[in-house]
């Protein structure tokens, strides 16, 4: 039986139509004889040839058969089964399995076919399925490689004079545009004609920006209202607080009381959970932290002076607030960093000052300049300063649970990505943005990107997930755009990531617990335990890799010892010298 099928098609689909025709031969060139050729014309007598005197015998074989193929389809039913015997029934076959089990042949029979079987498992043992057996094959890689690109690049419009970018904050609708303050912060530095303005950018416009926000101050940090995008909150270079109303004018709408303002440069600017919306908080290198409400900021609705000590708080002995930190699904609770190092836990229900700082962490050797909250792990937090970046546990107030390596250039940023919870970028003084996974490696940066030849000094997350805006301090703003599996969570990733966190946490409370029962036992026993102590942690040291407090602190007593000891052998010769000058004076005046 044949099958016939027609094929259908327009004349306009199958080109331009041919036209022929007929038409004779045409001489298109013609080259004459030269005879000049001739006499440089070389003749060959004789001529060699090499031939092979056997006949040439060879077989060629061609499959001409073609393979044809057939699909069918087949019942398989078990077999083997007597007539008697009804294989639905499941007593009848279990009792006709013990009946064939007790046959004299059934192990004979069974150590045939199980040597048959053996041979085909050994085979797939005998492959090496992570070998390559193909060169031209690339192999697939284990884990995705790592990509980023800058998008976009967003230049300070004043001519000649950039301005260091010292914050950025994303438009909280969706994050399709960002606003970027410019601020110099060296102390009394000359301003610029128009060198107090900040810029409101469109991601799909880098060439102008959208809206120049003109503070009769310079701004340091500005925040969007998360409930009124048109609002926005800046903290300004001269302590004062100014907001701003995007619809009306590109200048204030209010400012604070300067009498009721901070006294020095407003560092970090946040704004609060709460029913109207209206209420954020402020911190300064002043040593003091305030509340503030947009609808009445003729005086701060609250204020906290950041001391320790469990006297009577004194803003003379205050640490200078460097940046804060707030989590809105902990309306009760916030963090601030130090510019002496520490990070300082608070809870605003507290009624007394040492009531809201509930606790402190020494986190680094210098100014912390950046804290922020894992957005899925709350008691978790990140914090950077000096040369390293750290990751904290509320649990544990000795030592963080994680940290990076001390890099050769300082970290001056620092952020996590709000969409996958194991990756933090951090911004270092050479221009390069480190991306953490810790899921990953936890010893080395997944990504390093050169962004560019000066320091960065701020960064911020898409709350998208896919981008992340950094500022240099030449006023230069880049749009990265990170790669897929560094922005979205895997589905076993939250699980992992609990399990490390639960696990470091686990390990530093158990070091704690061990530097707290060496301390006592130096308290206790004096010098004399030493010894016994120095046993003890070379026994453990393969577990707890830690220099303990003991050695720590009689090195530091040597050290103050020897640096007292050299101030007054200063002071000695100081005071010789001055004297010998002295004598000097006297001798020349009683000369004239």
């Not at 804060?324 to 007394?352: A, Q, S, W």
Request: proline share 5%.
């Amino acid at each position: 039986m044949e099958f016939n099928y027609s094929y259908q098609k327009k004349r306009s689909e199958f080109g331009r139509q041919c036209m022929f025709n007929d038409r004779g031969p045409e001489l298109i060139d013609n080259y004459a004889a030269n005879r000049k050729f001739l006499k440089e014309y070389i003749y060959r007598d004789p001529v060699d040839e090499a031939i092979q005197n056997v006949t040439v015998q060879a077989e060629h074989e061609l499959n001409t058969y073609r393979a044809e193929y057939a699909n069918a389809g087949i019942n398989h039913i078990e077999g083997g089964w007597p007539k008697d015997v009804n294989i639905n029934d499941e007593e009848q076959t279990k009792r006709y399995r013990r009946k064939i089990e007790k046959d004299e042949g059934y192990p004979h029979i069974m150590s045939q076919l199980c040597k048959n079987m053996e041979e085909c498992i050994l085979q797939n043992n005998a492959i090496n399925i992570y070998q390559q057996y193909y060169t031209d094959v690339e192999p697939t890689p284990l884990v995705e490689p790592s990509t980023a690109r800058t998008v976009n690049v967003f230049s300070d419009q004043l001519a000649g004079n950039p301005r260091p970018i010292t914050h950025i904050s994303w438009y909280p609708e969706d994050c399709s545009k960002l606003v970027i303050t410019h601020c110099n912060m060296v102390f009394h530095a000359k301003i610029p004609p128009g060198g107090t303005c900040s810029y409101i950018w469109e991601l799909e416009n880098p060439n102008m920006p959208q809206l120049i926000l003109q503070p009769p101050d310079q701004s340091v940090c500005i925040e969007y209202n998360p409930r009124d995008p048109n609002t926005l909150a800046s903290g300004q270079f001269n302590g004062q607080v100014a907001i701003w109303d995007v619809r009306t004018s590109n200048e204030p709408v209010d400012f604070t009381l300067m009498e009721e303002s901070h006294r020095d440069p407003i560092t970090d600017l946040i704004w609060t959970h709460s029913k109207t919306g209206t209420e954020f908080f402020t911190g300064s290198t002043d040593g003091m932290v305030k509340w503030w409400d947009t609808r009445k900021l003729n005086a701060s609705l609250e204020s906290l002076i950041v001391d320790m000590t469990k006297d009577e708080q004194i803003l003379s002995r205050a640490m200078g607030c460097s940046v804060l930190e707030y989590e809105p699904t902990i309306p009760t609770r916030f963090m601030i960093g130090t510019e002496t190092g520490h990070v300082i836990g608070g809870n605003k229900k507290g009624k007394l000052p040492q009531e809201k700082m509930i606790a402190k962490y020494q986190a680094h050797l210098g100014p912390v300049l950046a804290l922020e909250r894992n957005p899925a792990f709350v008691k978790n937090f990140l914090t950077v300063g000096d040369w390293t970046a750290k990751i904290w546990s509320e649990d544990c107030k000795e030592s963080p649970i994680m940290w990076t390596c001390y890099h050769q250039a300082r970290l001056l940023a620092a952020t996590w990505s709000p969409t996958r919870f194991s990756v933090f970028f951090t911004c270092r003084s050479d221009g390069i943005i480190d991306v953490w996974d810790v899921l990953q490696n936890q010893e080395h940066a997944t990504l390093s990107i050169k962004v560019c030849d000066v320091p960065l000094t701020s960064v911020r997350a898409n709350e998208l997930g896919r981008l992340t805006a950094v500022g240099s301090q030449k006023g230069t703003a880049y749009v990265v755009e990170m790669c897929e599996h560094l922005s979205y969570s895997a589905k076993n990733d939250k699980a992992l990531l609990t399990a490390m966190f639960e696990r470091e946490n686990r390990r530093e409370k158990i070091l704690e617990a061990r530097n707290r029962e060496l301390r006592l036992k130096q308290k206790v026993g004096g010098s004399a335990i030493l010894g016994t102590s120095r046993m003890m942690l070379d026994k453990y040291s393969d577990e707890t890799d830690f220099f303990d407090d003991i050695y720590i602190k009689s090195a530091e007593i040597d050290f103050y010892a020897y640096v007292d000891k050299m101030t007054k052998k200063d002071e000695r010769n100081a005071l010789t010298l001055f004297k010998n000058f002295l004598s000097r004076i006297v001798y020349i005046i009683c000369s004239r």
